[in-house]
């Protein structure tokens, strides 16, 4: 059953969208594989292993978690919702860092940033009457009682209050081991020029056509009201 997800991503011919997807080792805009940088103590099959579920659903920072769509509903009608939010809001900077979040590596916001969490909520909110959630609810284990009420009502338990914006780097990590600190060390020499001189300019569409299969990087509708749709 295929899944959709609003995302923020790079714009596909910018300097972090390149510099994520070969971090990743995977371009979601083409479908195919990178040579991901080198790592001293890590390797080329040990940074595979730390990126590999990060690299399945592409560079990208989570705006509105996957879901299904109604089925009365097609892509077309998505794509024209998505990209009318879109053209509500107005570029604006986003400094990044690379940083912890819980037990995994990301970029994050450098301070706290209003209007991204207005765009979050305006996506989770504008586009949930989309979603088909005539499913049973779903929860996670590990989730505060706030986060679990919101998982089952929303289909994610960061939303709203709990939105927490980030690009992940990496799976689950030891703080403080080796592996760790060479990891963030590397992150900082890769991601270094790039991420203080980010910004949004819209929000990207993002599709996964199988269960469990890779997401693709569908469209990205930008706030100035122009679409660019990608063959995938």
């Known amino acids: 059953m295929t899944r959709y997800a609003i995302y923020y991503a790079p714009r596909p011919d910018s300097e972090l969208w390149r510099a994520g997807c070969r971090w990743l080792g995977r371009d ?4 195919g594989a990178l040579t991901q940088p080198e790592v001293p103590g890590i390797g080329a099959e040990g940074l595979a292993g730390l ?9 990208h920072a989570t705006l509105k978690a996957p879901f299904v769509l109604r089925p009365d509903l097609d892509e077309g009608a998505l794509l024209r919702r998505t ?9 604006f900077a986003l400094n990044l860092e690379v940083g912890w979040l819980d037990d995994f590596l990301a970029l994050r916001p450098a301070a706290p940033l209003p209007r991204l969490d207005e765009l979050a909520v305006a996506c989770v909110a504008a586009l949930e009457p989309m979603a088909d959630r005539s499913g049973p609810a779903k929860s996670r284990p590990g989730l505060s009682l706030r986060q679990d009420e919101l998982c089952r009502r929303w289909g994610y338990p960061y939303v709203f209050e709990q939105f927490r914006f980030h690009l992940t780097l990496s799976g689950s990590l030891a703080r403080g081991s080796q592996t760790a600190a060479a990891l963030e060390a590397a992150a900082r020499r890769h991601f270094s020029g790039l991420v ?6 819209g929000v990207a569409l993002f599709v996964e056509r199988t269960p469990g299969g890779p997401f693709r990087y569908l469209a990205h509708c930008g706030f100035d009201g122009v679409v660019a749709r990608h063959d995938c």
């Not at 979601?28 to 479908?31: F, H, K, P, T, V």
């Open 83 to 91: 990209a009318g939010l879109a053209a509500a809001f107005q570029p």
């Open 196 to 201: 203080a001189a980010a910004g949004i300019e």
């Open 28 to 31: 979601a805009l083409s479908g």
């Open 51 to 59: 990126t590999g579920e990060a690299a399945r659903y592409g560079w």
